[in-house]
């Protein structure tokens, strides 16, 4: 099998017509296999207030008590999953809408970040790479929904969707053993990482960290950093974090230390 792209999306540039039309239209020309993950953003939260349910967010991950976890499942895995398959299908790509819970492709505990309950929040265990490997082989187009199955309470979870990516890749890579190594791209609507006001070419751990306790890269970019990292060490080839202009082969490639600038 050929190189595997991993691209993650979030949903705040979804709910973008625009930008949906751009996005499919450049993965339409791509002939290598492609995994999609997409976040639900501004959608869920406007679904939220509509049920009267609160909107919270701790350190960027979305704070889904039981009651909104149906909500959030009613619009990421329904209306915006299948608004881009129907996309992606209209530029002759085999698109399957599918979320974790599918095939029990996304096992997952509960994410309790320094003892704080957030809730049906999720951190992955498990990814069954062989479901994924048999999609790319009929060439079909997974498009998950970042939502996973408990692996000890048989529960949905709500999972933030950068880490979602950043497991499916990782566990393409180490079925690819010997083969290419999958490719990560985060696709937001900035270009890069912006240090100075540019966007910087290439990234590394140390000025990642350094950038975080500085403040100069805060907010959803570090959930991105942070998991361009976490890829990197579970083996996965290369991560880039770019918009839609730099998918194809620009943005900033985040590199480990042992890695050389090219």
Not at 132 to 157: C, H, I, K, N, S
Request: proline residues 5%; glycine residues 12%; aromatic residues 2%.
């Amino acid at each position: 099998m050929d190189e595997i792209t991993v691209v993650k999306v979030g949903g705040n540039e979804l709910d973008d017509p625009g930008f949906l039309t751009e996005l499919c239209a450049i993965l339409g020309t791509f002939n290598r296999p492609l995994v999609l993950v997409h976040g639900g953003g501004k959608e869920i939260s406007a679904a939220l207030e509509h049920y009267g349910q609160p909107v919270q967010f701790i350190d960027g991950l979305r704070v889904t008590p039981p009651e909104s976890m149906a909500i959030m499942e009613m619009v990421v895995c329904g209306t915006i999953n299948k608004r881009i398959v129907a996309c992606l299908s209209a530029v002759g790509k085999r698109a399957l809408g599918m979320s974790g819970v599918d095939l029990g492709l996304l096992r997952c505990v509960p994410h309790r970040p320094n003892g704080i309950d957030l809730g049906r929040v999720g951190a992955i265990t498990t990814v069954d790479h062989a479901v994924l490997q048999a999609l790319l082989m009929l060439e079909w187009l997974p498009v998950l929904a970042p939502v996973a199955l408990g692996r000890d309470d048989g529960l949905t979870y709500n999972v933030n969707a950068d880490h979602v990516a950043q497991a499916v890749a990782a566990a393409l890579t180490h079925c690819q053993a010997g083969r290419t190594a999958t490719e990560l791209v985060f696709v937001s609507n900035v270009p890069g990482v912006i240090l100075d006001g540019q966007v910087v070419p290439c990234l590394r751990a140390v000025e990642i960290e350094r950038g975080i306790q500085v403040g100069v890269i805060n907010g959803g970019m570090i959930p991105k950093v942070r998991s361009a990292l976490a890829a990197l060490d579970a083996g996965v080839g290369s991560v880039r974090i770019a918009n839609l202009k730099g998918l194809v082969a620009g943005g900033t490639r985040i590199i480990g230390s042992q890695d050389q600038v090219q």
